[in-house]
Every structure is written in structure tokens, then in C-alpha cells.
């Protein structure tokens, strides 16, 4: 049970959350008219972020979400539809409210928000230690799972970039999981440890990146963004070790590779995978992935039936 602060307990650590809240919006330009020299309010840019990552949401949905005064929201969106950055059209349930959805110049705007903040948030970080980035990264995530606790039945976990020693597990993991639940052979070892050498050797971090599943300092699943073209991007080696299934660690893993994506500025996303592999199926379907080809092959020691799925961005 929470208690209240004592009236007569010292005010120290109220005031430095107070002073944190200073600086931190400080250093982030939030206090500014305008946000990153853009021409919309942090809030506007909130509510456009919520448009880009929703599938058609009403205007309560968002207010709800961000906690905006349903009067201000009103402004916003009739803001937005004046400048043509939305559509809206009335709910079939409810003629009152409005769904929402961004027209092309509404998401041109929202891309080139994400690349300013992609930008400034980047330079900011550059300017530490890998270990420093770490430290700063987790901190922020006991931050949030402090403040507002994850709804979940197991334990939290957080999702971060890889470092030194990551390909190994990733490499040891996946073949392991495999050879144990599928009957694979050492051949598909052979074929992450190539993905991972040349994710390694040609990374690139404006366009890729790997996400590490982590809980007390142990990691239980990954997740790769790779490049192939400009416009397309591939989702690669999605893991979840069995102990963590059925906490939502896939779901987020591949949401938030799907949202990297989209920030980074591709237009299409692919991956390949097979068809015994139900659960990882479910969880693409239900971002949106369609599957648009497959066919029957024989690798790693037994017969598979390959899929390949793909999201437009």
C-alpha cells in the first residue's frame, strides 16, 4: 500500500524530482513554443505520433491516451483538418465522434518530426559513453516501470540495443531452440552465425538495429532490423526463450522493430519464416503482416514449407 509523504518529513526528495522535471524538459526543448524548430506543440506532435501508430483511432481514444482536455484535443484536430494533415469521418456507433486517419501530408509531416527527433535525441547520446548510454537507457526504463507499472503477470522486462557478446547468444540461443523444439540441424546454426557476422560487419545505425529482451541483467529473446534497399526493410531472428512466452515480450519486440522501421523512413517491411512456427505467425499477423508467398523446401535437416510475409509502412 502507498502511503502519502509525512507533512513533516523532509521535502528533499520531492524537490529533486522537481529539479529532474526542470532539466529534463530543459534539455529536451520541451518548454519552447514550437517543438525541435517544427511548427507544432508538443502535444500536436504527441497527437500526430498517436495517428501514425494507430489504426484509425477516434479522437476520445487519443485523448484518453495522452490525457488532453477534450476541448484542446477538439482544436488540435480541427487544426490539423484545416492544414490537410487529417481525414476524419463520424463513427457508425456513435455519430458524435470522429475517426481519425492521416492524409499523405499528415504522415510526411509525422516522418519528418520522428527524423528530428531521431536526430537531436541521436547527437545527445553521441556525446556519452556506450556505457554511459546504457546506464542512461536503463535508468529511464526503471523510471517508467516505477512510475507507471506494467500491466503484466510476470516480470518486467526492458528491450535494448545489442553490445558486445549479444551475437554469441543470439547465434548459441536461436540453434539451440530449434535443434530442441523442431529437430534442426547444426545447418541453421551455421546460417544465424552468418546473419549475425554480416549484421556486425555492415551495420549500419540510421538504418538497422537488434533489440535484446532483457529481465534482470538475463536476456530471453531478440529481434533484427536489417536493411535490404532504401525502401525496404527485413525483421530477422525473432526469439523468445520458452520461459517467457506468454508475457508479450514477441509482441513487443516485433512492434517495436515495425516502428523503428517506420521512423527510419521505409516504405515496406519482409521477413521469411516457416509455417510450423504458429505462435511468431499469430504475432505478425496481429501487427498487420499479410503473407504473400510461400512454397515447400527442405533445409536444416527436415521438410518446411517457408512463408514469406510483408507490411506496408
Known amino acids: 500500500m502507498r502511503c502519502a509523504i509525512s507533512q513533516n518529513e523532509p521535502n528533499s526528495q520531492i524537490a529533486a524530482v522537481r529539479a529532474f522535471n526542470r532539466f529534463y524538459t530543459h534539455k529536451l526543448g520541451v518548454l519552447d513554443q514550437h517543438l525541435m524548430k517544427s511548427p507544432y506543440s508538443l502535444s500536436e506532435a504527441r497527437v500526430l505520433y498517436e495517428l ?50 492521416l492524409t499523405a501530408k499528415g504522415r510526411q509531416a509525422q516522418a519528418t ?69 523442431y529437430g534442426w540441424d547444426i545447418s541453421y546454426e551455421a546460417l544465424v552465425a552468418e546473419i549475425c557476422a554480416q549484421f556486425i560487419k555492415n551495420y549500419d545505425p540510421a538504418r538497422e538495429h537488434c533489440w535484446i529482451a532483457e ?36 509482441r513487443a519486440l516485433v512492434e517495436q522493430c515495425v516502428r523503428s522501421a517506420r521512423e527510419k523512413g521505409y516504405k515496406k517491411m519482409t521477413l521469411w519464416t516457416q509455417s510450423i512456427l504458429v505462435a511468431a505467425r499469430g504475432i505478425y499477423q496481429r501487427v498487420g503482416f499479410q503473407r504473400v508467398a510461400e512454397e515447400k523446401h527442405h533445409s536444416f535437416g527436415v521438410d518446411l514449407t517457408g512463408e514469406t510475409w510483408e507490411l506496408q509502412l
Not at 137 to 163: D, V, W
Not at 229 to 249: F, I, T, W
Request: net charge neutral; hydrophobic share 40%.
Open 52 to 101: 501514425a501508430h494507430r489504426d484509425e483511432p477516434s479522437a476520445k481514444e487519443i485523448g484518453t491516451e495522452l490525457g488532453l482536455d477534450a476541448g484542446y484535443l477538439s482544436r488540435i484536430v480541427q487544426s490539423f483538418d484545416e492544414g490537410g494533415l487529417i481525414i476524419r469521418k463520424p463513427l457508425a456507433s456513435d455519430r458524435r465522434q470522429y475517426q481519425l486517419a
Open 113 to 181: 518530426l520522428e527524423r528530428s527527433s531521431q536526430d537531436e535525441v541521436g547527437a545527445m547520446l553521441a556525446k556519452l559513453s556506450a556505457t554511459d548510454r546504457r546506464r542512461l537507457t536503463e535508468a529511464m526504463a526503471t523510471i517508467e516501470n516505477l512510475l507507471e507499472p506494467p500491466e503484466r503477470t510476470g516480470p518486467s522486462f526492458l528491450l535494448r540495443s545489442h553490445r558486445v557478446g549479444d551475437m554469441g547468444w543470439v547465434i548459441s540461443r536461436q540453434s539451440i531452440a530449434y535443434a530442441n523444439e
Open 215 to 250: 529481465a534482470d541483467g538475463k536476456p530471453f529473446g531478440s529481434v533484427f532490423l536489417v536493411r535490404a534497399s532504401d525502401e525496404l526493410a527485413k525483421l530477422r531472428l525473432l526469439l523468445v526463450e520458452k520461459e517467457a512466452r506468454g508475457l508479450g515480450v514477441g
